[in-house]
């Protein structure tokens, strides 16, 4: 299950991107959609990170404190702006 959510984070994390794109660019100004974008890969990055974090073998708590420490001030939530079933 950790080798299929590290392999799909990418692949959500560009769909959410292009998503919040497309619905930006409609609402917001120039500046404004380029910070979007900035905060959008800042999350991607984190949650890329933790993905590596948990493929490490490191503990989900661990793990998810690095996510929380990373996004903190980026996202809203402790799930730095997604959450997944478990």
Request: net charge positive; with cysteine; glycine share 4%.
């Amino acid at each position: 299950m950790k080798k299929l959510m590290s392999k799909m984070l990418p692949a959500l994390a560009a769909l959410a991107l292009a998503a919040t794109f497309s619905v930006a660019h409609a609402q917001h100004s120039d500046k404004e959609t380029k910070e979007d974008v900035q905060r959008h890969r800042a999350m991607a990055a984190a949650h890329e990170a933790a993905a590596r974090c948990l493929e490490s073998g490191k503990k989900e708590d661990v793990c998810m404190k690095e996510l929380q420490a990373s996004c903190k001030g980026l996202a809203v939530g402790k799930y730095c702006g997604m959450k997944h079933a478990h």
